[in-house]
């Protein structure tokens, strides 16, 4: 139903007919993808099929890589060629085409845990959505713990305003819509309106919300838990600033247990494990969100209790590819300490810019020139799995993403704040080498997993990139013009397939389209998002509640005018 009405769009907007048939054609190779998952399938970049060349640059690590090698139609991998696994079909298939394997979800019973699902197929696979997803690069517990009581029904480690928070936030996601249509389910239709009560994310929100009302009081692992996941849920929804409440709540609670601190009575290990892994996970959240909302961290310190070094204290899980012979790990023990020791970095960025002191200009230099050398240092350390010929699966590379879109924000504010003669040849090319790269990787995640999961941080990074871009399209001076344009349109490529998921995203596209120009909007054509009804985008209106800045690309100036709040209001200021 979805692709007719989307072919029936593109002919009545007057797409030429090669460009349908085109179209029909991908999105069947798209849809084997899905339901025969040992089919292998490449996306293709949008208006221009091959990598920009102002990315194919000596040094560009990334374009030695194992993914880029099997990303690539023109690359062909050599038999004596050996990439550091023993299933290739991991660099050859989408994430999406993975299962998780994980035997505790057979066990669950929906009837225990909710009322508003009795279906244990659905829930199991809403379940997996979340764990193959948010989960990944914005956990909040301890997975294996959490099953294992959710299959059992005890409530140490799970609760059912945990369950709810999770099954919200895994109903966003596009991987479980056809399984609810295959089961009866027409809720999940709509998934980006999260006002419609007619919605099953709606009703899972709902539920959660009335279940933290009354157990807020009540200091619990499941409670701090539950706060993160329902603080990342508002942030899909425009609503950082409710979410960011969430969040304060959950640190609140946590200073009450000494979360943070070490135990100082003597636990058991997997009550130690529960509370090092939820401390560092709040810890980290706080770090990214109040990062990128320009805020003040809620936390000045990370957390005293230490990361366990016993990698199977980290909840790892497989996942099984079509066609290999057993389940691949991830290891998640690596990615979760590696994310750890990334987010206290981008913590004390936060603390430094945005707790209300002035720093001065030999202030900024020495900051950024510290934090640059702690950054490069990480990078120079990340552990096997993790470095960059070897990455592929989506959190890997939005934890490379992660790591140059701080660079960028760091050396534009030394370019942007500082005399000129302190930003020398070595700054202006360490600072054009990330963006490159930076690039580079968004760009070879889309090319294997695509962009129609939905991934918040990948709506950020979309609007990062988006806005740097869509500035130079005017510019006659810039070189490989072209090029540039064809990111431009794989951002809005991007910002559509997530406006499915998620209503920020949308948001964001609006705006975008809005910075390009009525000159540029050409390049949109392909993109063919579908614009609300006003009584729709009315209701959305109302339902933005957001602090986070975009179109800035520097972290030392006042944010106020580009929050997401003033610049809508700003653009309906414009229409009238």
């Known amino acids: 139903m979805h692709e007719g009405t989307d072919i029936l769009r593109r002919i009545q907007s007057g797409h030429d007919v090669e460009s349908i048939l085109d179209h029909i054609q991908r999105a069947d190779l798209l849809k084997q993808a899905h339901v025969v998952p040992d089919h292998y399938y490449q996306y293709e970049f949008p208006y221009r099929r091959e990598m920009p060349s102002f990315l194919i640059q000596e040094g560009n690590q990334y374009l030695d890589s194992w993914l880029y090698k099997y990303s690539l139609?023109?690359?062909?991998?050599?038999?004596?060629?050996?990439?550091?696994?023993?299933?290739?079909?991991?660099?050859?298939?989408?994430?999406?085409?993975?299962?998780?394997?994980?035997?505790?979800?057979?066990?669950?019973?929906?009837?225990?845990?909710?009322?508003?699902?009795?279906?244990?197929?659905?829930?199991?696979?809403?379940?997996?959505?979340?764990?193959?997803?948010?989960?990944?690069?914005?956990?909040?517990?301890?997975?294996?713990?959490?099953?294992?009581?959710?299959?059992?029904?005890?409530?140490?480690?799970?609760?059912?305003?945990?369950?709810?928070?999770?099954?919200?936030?895994?109903?966003?996601?596009?991987?479980?819509?056809?399984?609810?249509?295959?089961?009866?389910?027409?809720?999940?239709?709509?998934?980006?309106?999260?006002?419609?009560?007619?919605?099953?994310?709606?009703?899972?929100?709902?539920?959660?919300?009335?279940i933290w009302e009354l157990e807020i009081g009540n200091a619990r692992l499941t409670t701090i838990q539950a706060a993160i996941v329902l603080s990342l849920v508002h942030d899909a929804n425009g609503s950082d600033e409710v979410g960011r409440s969430y969040l304060t709540q959950a640190v609140a609670a946590a200073h009450a247990m000494h979360l943070f601190s070490i135990p100082t009575k003597n636990s058991d290990d997997l009550e130690y494990y529960t509370r090092a892994f939820t401390a560092w996970a709040l810890f980290g959240l706080q770090a990214v969100h109040s990062f990128h909302v320009f805020k003040a961290p809620l936390l000045s310190m990370p957390p005293s209790i230490q990361l366990s070094t016993q990698d199977d204290c980290?909840?790892?899980?497989?996942?099984?590819?079509?066609?290999?012979?057993?389940?691949?790990?991830?290891?998640?023990?690596?990615?979760?300490?590696t994310l750890s020791e990334f987010r206290v970095i981008i913590n004390d960025v936060a603390a430094v810019f945005f707790s209300g002191f002035k720093n001065t200009p030999d202030t900024i230099v020495d900051k950024i020139k510290g934090f640059c050398i702690r950054l490069d240092n990480w990078y120079r350390n990340l552990s096997p799995g993790l470095k960059p010929t070897e990455i592929l699966f989506p959190w890997q590379l939005k934890l490379h993403m992660h790591y140059y879109n701080l660079i960028v924000y760091l050396l534009e504010t030394l370019r942007m704040t500082t005399a000129p003669a302190l930003v020398d040849d070595s700054v202006q090319k360490a600072l054009s080498d990330a963006k490159i790269k930076m690039e580079t990787l968004l760009r070879l995640y889309y090319l294997r997993h695509g962009f129609e999961s939905y991934d918040i941080f990948i709506v950020i990074l979309l609007a990062f990139i988006g806005f740097m871009h869509a500035k130079t399209l005017d510019s006659s001076k810039m070189v490989d013009l072209e090029s540039r344009k064809s990111t431009v349109v794989l951002v809005a490529k991007g910002l559509g397939d997530q406006s499915n998921n998620c209503y920020l995203a949308r948001v964001v596209f609006r705006l975008l389209k809005g910075s390009i120009g009525s000159k540029n909007d050409f390049l949109l054509k392909e993109v063919g998002i579908v614009e609300e009804d006003g009584e729709d985008e009315k209701a959305m209106e109302e339902q933005v509640n957001s602090s986070w800045p975009v179109d800035l690309g520097w972290i030392d100036v006042d944010p106020e005018k580009n929050r997401l709040d003033n610049m809508i209001r700003k653009t309906k200021e414009l229409e009238f």
Request: charged share 20%; aromatic share 14%; net charge neutral.
């Open 73 to 210: 139609s023109e690359t062909r991998i050599q038999d004596s060629d050996n990439p550091p696994t023993e299933y290739p079909i991991i660099y050859e298939a989408p994430y999406h085409a993975a299962e998780m394997v994980e035997p505790r979800l057979d066990h669950i019973d929906a009837r225990k845990w909710t009322c508003i699902i009795d279906d244990n197929s659905l829930l199991r696979k809403l379940l997996e959505t979340y764990f193959m997803t948010e989960y990944t690069f914005y956990p909040a517990f301890q997975k294996n713990y959490f099953l294992e009581d959710m299959a059992a029904g005890r409530s140490k480690y799970c609760s059912s305003l945990l369950v709810h928070a999770v099954l919200a936030s895994a109903c966003v996601d596009h991987r479980v819509l056809n399984h609810c249509f295959q089961h009866g389910y027409s809720k999940m239709s709509h998934r980006s309106q999260f006002w419609n009560p007619r919605t099953l994310g709606y009703q899972f929100l709902a539920e959660a919300r009335r």
């Open 314 to 337: 980290y909840g790892d899980f497989g996942l099984r590819y079509p066609s290999a012979k057993g389940p691949v790990s991830v290891n998640y023990a690596n990615t979760f300490r």
